[in-house]
């Protein structure tokens, strides 16, 4: 299946984006684990409609003896530790071939030298694993700070139900430090007792979740694509308007307003009334860009994508780093990256398995270029805006949207009042 895009001139409107996939999977498990203890479940509000949270979702409602999270890397890791404390239960936990290749082994390691009962079913580091639920004593861990910070929010939120508490002391360089402190905000909003004791030490008390009504703010991941339209836009009045984010989040990807600054989009924010309930952000064009961006995007790996081809496409030589999360992710995004871009004329480079840059230099291109997105929503989503820029894309597999945002393609047709 292939999709062709085609954009209309103006570009006006208001888009209602999906609620945030990393507070709803964060949510949905501390809620599974309150309920417990509470024997009643908290109300969770706006929870996002996409696959990653549907298979959470799933997993938490049905708990059957092979848990299935296809393509969701999230799952995969916060309920590897979810199922570490389920007492009395065993389970097995699988993927998608390209999950079955995803590295697991520190989250691993890491719950079995808290006292965890995890094996390997089939390859050694890898899912999928087989699980029996026990009590944990918890304690003292100490982990690298360049790991994911899905591993680290996966070990926090158990941290309660452990009867020491867990102490966890991260070494080194910490990536990641927003999607922590999301993590710990979200436990503490549901009665944990959890944060920092230094800049490198994070205590969670053994102490029982409480259930509560908690709403799930809008994706700022997703409003990154809307803010790469009105970059790379012709309509010099081009104004979107989204519903729903907040501007003190708990998402590091709420950066990506400051980001786009340097690449001429505007954010401005308009609280909210009696009639919406919500504020809204609104995007226009600033009419200034720089000529080069240098930037460690270690805390927003998710929007590398997005500002790698918006800067390709506007002209913008780059050097960013930070960016060694990438080559787990869904697919090798870095590999991903060059080779997509190439396709469109643009020879980027790597080093260090961390860094991505461009000087400008240019290769042959095809009329119509086909883009392949590797089983990743965020290939899809970030290369759809070049067709602003040049006729003659094509997107591959475009269905794998629906891992994060499902309704990508109804809004851009909705707003460019086009066919896709």
Known sequence: MAKKVVFGPKMRGCVVLPASKSISNRALVISALGKKNAGEEAKLENISDCDDTFVMTRALTHMPDTIDIMAAGTAMRFLTALLSVKEGEA??????????????????????????????????????????GKQLAGGCLSLPGSVSSQYVSALLMIGPMMQEGLQLQLTGNIVSRPYIDMTLSIMRSFGAEAGW?????????SKLYEPTTYYIESDWSASSYWYEMVALSQDADARIVLPG????????????????????VATTFVRATEADGVGSVVLTKSGRCVERLEMDMGNQPDLAQTVVVACAMLGVLFRLTGLQSLKIKETDRIAALICELGKLGYVIHEADDSILWWDGERCDTAAEVAIDT????????????????????????PEVVSKSYPHYWDDLELIFNTTL
């Open 91 to 132: 389970h097995t936990i699988t993927g998608t071939e390209r999950m079955r290749h995803r590295p697991i082994g520190v989250l691993v390691d890491a719950l079995r030298t808290l006292g965890a009962d995890v094996a390997y079913a089939e390859e050694e580091g890898y899912p999928p694993l087989y699980i029996k």
């Open 197 to 205: 004791e230094s800049e490198s030490a994070i205590r969670v008390a």
């Open 245 to 264: 984010l907040f501007e003190e989040s708990l998402q590091g990807d709420s950066e990506v307003r400051h980001i786009f600054e340097h690449l001429g």
């Open 374 to 397: 590797y089983e990743d929503h965020r290939m899809a989503m970030a290369f759809a805006p070049c067709a602003l820029c040049r006729e003659g894309i094509v997107i591959n597999h």
